[in-house]
């Protein structure tokens, strides 16, 4: 089995409603965000999947969020737009483009901040 990392980073800003402190507030982040593939085999050349290919895919999604306000963009004007819901939109958007028998999604990481992050993944 291969694991495959790669990071991208947008801007954004959000706030988190029935919050109770700070971040109820409209306020921004730059986030990283961090994509972990899992492959059962390598191609003919060696690889399981380009980098250029996964970050392509992976940046094409954060796109949709960067310089924007999140609680204005969809599913976020239905759910928080916190760093465990963000996680879990990527991993999900992510899964529908790359998924296939041999290459998988194992697990996005969301960075706010240098030192808090949140992890979505399925067993």
């Known amino acids: ?5 790669i990071e991208t980073i947008f801007s954004a800003a959000h706030q988190l409603r029935g919050y109770k402190g700070k971040c109820e507030a409209l306020h921004g982040h730059n986030w990283k965000v961090q994509v972990h593939i899992l492959a059962e085999r ?11 290919d996964l970050k392509d895919h992976a940046n094409e999604i954060v796109e949709q969020l960067d310089h924007g306000a999140l609680n204005e963009i969809f ?4 759910i928080n737009p916190s760093s465990e819901n963000i996680a879990r939109w990527i991993f999900d958007s992510l899964k529908r483009k790359i998924d296939d028998e041999n290459i998988r999604v194992s697990a996005v990481t969301v960075w706010e901040s240098d030192t808090a992050s949140a992890t979505y993944y399925e067993d």
């Open 42 to 52: 390598l191609n003919d050349i060696g690889i399981a999947i380009d980098f250029h």
């Open 75 to 78: 599913p976020f004007t239905e």
């Open 1 to 5: 089995m291969y694991e495959l990392t």
